[in-house]
């Protein structure tokens, strides 16, 4: 299928054709005509899908009609609810470039950051907000935002805002919409709070899924280090002077560890710049921007920071410390070897470690190849017992197949038998 035969409006096409697409990732594929006629959707799938133009294609062409009232006049017709500060800039952003060709406003709003810059943004006439609930309930409070025109609510990355205790302010959120409005639910997986949230506020919603398998990318090499843990650094600044990497995201279990790291490779006069909660946004925004566009080859993150985003073409992974929860480790790996493209992932495992590295090992279903030839290397008792990690909330594993659109099994397509009460998109 191509884009032509999705019924875009020309403005969307061209900006598509700017962008260098041709072809709908499947989730767009069975998304973009149900949503196009103002069906509710249901979307199980995770970022790397394409899940973003998903939902903005059609909200945008939807809103493009608009475009011609005086802005200040135009009340904020979609809400997109993110989790994180990072996730909000970046669908926004996504709003932004598919948008080109179109008189709409966007702007992303989120805490950790002065709130003066967003108040002076929303009161020229905002047409597309996207938003982490705590900031966005702040500036409802203060009444710097109103939401009762809203046509459009996306919540995305819905199982995550369940994960980090957000979901009582989207109800508090959810409350304040009106009735009647097109509700777009994105989530990786269903647990059953999300479920019955879904209930509750889709009308009888089309579903989608592109739920990847429960295996690592195939087009990712995989290796891991045995290595004392005081070794960790002195391992990780010879593989950083020996081994060409273009781009390498390095995982570290707490904020603290990430920031060790980073010193340690300053005193080595090898640049970084670590990502994690303890930073201010503006720190984190900087961090990321300076990733993004290759002034910095290293990034040194926490898991929550580094979740959902979409880093182009990252060479390697580096996970210094090996995660509790399996799961994890499939996460962490998939944040290279996207969109097709190979990928190195390097893990360090220290004795203590180990059994968390056996529960890796068993999860993926693979024996992750040991490399000894370094001046740090260890042995490591094999037999030594697997303690189950504690159970939690995860994200799905990533998917096997070459191609990350690719993978999921067609999702049952189903009739606009019964649309919604507004009329279908031109
Ligand atoms: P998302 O899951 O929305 O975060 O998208 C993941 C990445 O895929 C982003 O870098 C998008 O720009 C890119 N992308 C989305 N849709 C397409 C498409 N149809 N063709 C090529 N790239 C795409």
Redesign the pocket.
């Known amino acids: 299928m191509q884009f032509n035969e999705l019924e875009l409006i020309e403005p969307l096409k061209k900006a598509l054709i700017q962008e260098g ?1 041709t ?3 499947p989730i ?1 594929a069975q998304a973009i005509p149900f949503v196009l006629q103002g069906r509710d959707c249901l979307g199980i799938a995770q ?7 998903a939902f903005a294609l059609p909200i945008l062409q939807s809103l493009a009609s608009q475009s011609t009232v005086k802005r200040s006049l135009r009340p904020i017709s979609a809400l997109v609810l993110a989790p994180t500060r990072e996730l909000a800039i970046q669908i926004e952003e ?1 709003f932004k470039v598919y948008g080109k060709n179109l008189n709409l406003k966007s702007i992303a709003i989120f805490g950790g950051v002065g709130q003066k810059p967003q108040t002076t943004a929303l009161a020229l006439g905002i047409d597309i907000l996207v938003a982490t609930p705590g900031r966005l309930l702040d500036l409802i409070g203060q009444k710097h935002i109103k939401l009762n025109q809203v046509k459009h609510f996306v919540l995305d990355e819905a199982d995550m805002m369940l994960d980090m205790g957000m979901i009582h302010d989207v109800r508090r959120i959810i409350d304040l919409l009106p009735h009647v409005r097109q509700n777009l639910l994105f989530s990786a997986t269903m647990p059953k709070e999300i479920a019955n949230l879904s209930a509750s506020i889709l009308n009888d919603p089309v579903k989608v899924s592109v739920t990847p398998a429960a295996t690592t990318v195939d087009t990712i090499s995989q290796s891991v280090y045995f290595v004392a843990k005081d070794n960790k650094v002195s391992l990780l600044i010879k593989l950083l002077k020996d081994i060409k990497m273009e781009s390498v995201l390095i995982f570290s279990r707490t904020k603290h560890g990430a920031d060790k790291i980073v010193k340690a490779l300053s005193h080595a006069n090898i640049q970084a710049l670590a990502i994690h909660g303890n930073k201010s946004q503006n720190n984190r925004q900087m961090a990321l921007n300076a990733f993004k566009t290759r002034q910095v080859k290293i990034l040194v993150a926490t898991d929550i920071a580094a979740r959902g985003l ?1 880093i ?1 073409e990252l060479s390697h992974v580096l996970i210094y410390d090996q995660p509790e929860v399996a799961e994890t480790y499939v996460h962490r790996i998939g944040r290279t070897g996207r ?1 097709g493209l190979g990928g190195v992932a390097i893990s360090f495992c220290d004795p203590e470690e180990y059994v968390y590295f056996k529960g890796v090992q068993k999860l993926i279903d693979k024996k992750i190849p040991v490399v000894k030839d370094h001046p740090f290397a260890i042995t490591i008792d094999e037999n030594a017992v697997v303690k189950v990690a504690p159970k939690t909330n995860h994200r799905p594993k990533r998917n096997p197949s070459a191609h990350p659109w690719d993978r999921q099994a067609k999702a049952k397509k189903q009739r606009p038998s019964n649309f919604n009460t507004r009329k279908p998109k031109a």
Not at 47 to 53: E, L, R, S, W
């Open positions: 697409y072809d709908p990732t767009q970022t790397g899908t394409g899940k973003t133009a996504s979409d182009d969109a």
